[in-house]
């Protein structure tokens, strides 16, 4: 599976666009891109997934470049709970999950 | 999305014993896996507990330390035997169902807290 990079940690305004990003320049065409976050003491939390669209859903957007080498989580109006480290994972649909370091992320008020 | 609760929720343990964390899925699940994630650290794969077989277990471990058991297709069990210190960790249940060769998303239990003393 790709290995990704991500930038170690970021700040945020609340209510304000939180977009981080992802390098995954090794991705293969059968590998999606998945974005889980964990908040403090609690387990992982699946956010969103995709292959080569935009994709949206409740929680985030993913924007995923045309040639796929990178892509950026997009959290609309991030708040104080959305503070949390976010994991970026590329993987084929039957593969494991592998988890890297993530990004911190602190949200400000 | 698959609801995950683990038991128990944190212990603390002398050197030497073992204990089990209980892993129950509110539906049945194609695939279970079991993580670690040491203090500080990113979460780590311990093992694919199959149903009716033997677990796949990641390099680094092994059976003998982790024994898993999967006897039907909501329940896991993970045994962390013969505990030192170093075993002191967050043990992560996960769960996703598959369909052909399509494995659908993960969710993941609560973890269990685990200090050995």
């Known amino acids: 599976d790709a290995k990704t990079t991500q930038p170690t940690s970021m700040d945020c305004a609340e209510g304000r666009a939180a977009n981080l990003p992802c390098n995954h320049s090794t991705i293969s065409g059968n590998e999606y891109v998945y974005w889980y976050r964990q908040i403090h003491s609690q387990g992982p939390q699946y956010i969103i997934h995709g292959l080569k669209n935009n994709e949206t859903n409740e929680m985030a957007s993913l924007i995923i470049t045309e040639d796929r080498k990178s892509s950026t989580l997009i959290l609309p109006h991030a708040t104080l709970r959305d503070t949390a480290v976010y994991y970026c994972?590329?993987?084929?649909?039957?593969?494991?999950?592998?988890f890297g370091k993530g990004t911190k992320l602190s949200v400000k008020p | 999305s698959a609801v995950i609760s683990q038991k128990p929720s944190r212990d603390i343990c002398q050197r030497g014993t073992s204990l089990t964390i209980q892993c129950q899925v509110d539906?049945?699940?194609?695939?279970m896996f079991w993580y670690r994630q040491q203090p500080g650290q990113s979460l780590t794969l311990i093992a694919t507990a199959n149903q009716g077989s033997e677990a796949t277990y990641e390099s680094g471990f092994v059976i003998d330390k982790f024994p898993i058991s999967r006897p039907n297709l909501t329940f896991s069990t993970l045994t962390v035997s013969n505990m030192s210190p170093e075993d002191s960790s967050i043990y992560l249940c996960?769960?996703?169902?598959?369909?052909?060769?399509?494995?659908?998303?993960?969710?993941f239990g609560p973890g269990t807290r685990l200090t050995v003393l």
């Open positions: 996960s769960a996703a169902s598959t369909s052909g060769r399509t494995l659908y998303t993960q969710y």
């Open positions: 539906s049945q699940v194609t695939m």
């Open positions: 994972i590329v993987k084929r649909s039957q593969g494991n999950l592998i």
